[in-house]
């Protein structure tokens, strides 16, 4: 009898103990103590994103379709219409969208060149972090495609080069500016556009992109052959564009959408049948301010 309550009272000890830890373990659980208190750890704030959606200042750096060139007059850049930095209200600019017309007008800054290649941006962009903008837009590339020949185009490999050490100098003084990068547009849309003016292929024949634009009636196999490469050689700058952007968290690349836009004369200076008119410095200014906006990066 002895033996069998002290059996008893052992297995009670041992459901009790138990009993126990399960209850400790349900208040480990749900971090609540017995009295309705709490005892688990406070939530961790929400990151701060990486790219910033309203950047307060910026700069553009480029050639002559972020100067505005033959958009109001021939021959002449017109900076106040530039899809980038521009004033004019018909194309309500990246700046004039994300600062305000004021805001724009002081805390953006133009410093694209007409006939600049990609060799040439690392100047601009030394020269734009000196304003230590919160944002610098690139549109570049359509000058090295744009050459005397198909052969005389800029190499991947040099594109690439120009491209990655105007990123570094960028870098080397503002680690945090966003940039948003525009793809190379479609030079051979541009010809198939274009070559319906007799006027254009007039002003084309005065020596504007000869490697694509050049013998614009011909449809021979050398011309057609011609054109091939230089559409080759613009979807391989874009693929730079869009691989030295990725290594960058603070780099937005547009997903070739300036590229892919099925623009028509309409969006063409009449001027030269070849520069963005007001309003495809509009439609530029639309693809960039999606861009930069989106929630998300485009992929």
Known sequence: MRNRSHRSRAVLAVAAAAALLGVAGCDAGDGSSASGGTTGARPSPKPTPVWDRSPDSMAAVGDSITRGFDACSVLSDCPEVSWATGSDPQVDSLAVRLLGTA???????????????????????????????????????????????????????????????????LRDTLPKTQVYVSSVPDLKRLWSEGRGSALGKQVWKLGICPSML????????????????????????????????????????????????RFGTGQLSHWDWFHPSRDGQARLAEIAYRTVTAREPVT
Request: hydrophobic residues 45%; contains cysteine.
């Open 103 to 169: 805001g724009a007008a002081e805390r953006s800054w133009n410093y694209a060149v007409t006939g600049a290649r990609m060799a040439d941006l690392p100047a601009q962009m030394a020269r734009a972090a000196a304003r230590r903008p919160e944002l610098v837009t690139v549109m570049a590339g359509a000058n090295d495609a744009c050459r005397s020949s198909a052969s005389a185009m800029t190499s991947v490999a040099d594109f690439r080069a120009g491209f990655q050490d105007a990123m570094d100098t």
């Open 214 to 261: 050049g013998d614009a009636d011909s449809l021979n196999t050398a011309a057609t052959l011609r054109r091939g490469q230089v559409q080759d050689r613009v979807k391989a700058y874009n693929q730079v564009l869009r691989e030295v952007c990725a290594k960058d968290r603070r780099c937005r690349f547009d997903g070739n959408a300036v590229f892919d836009f």
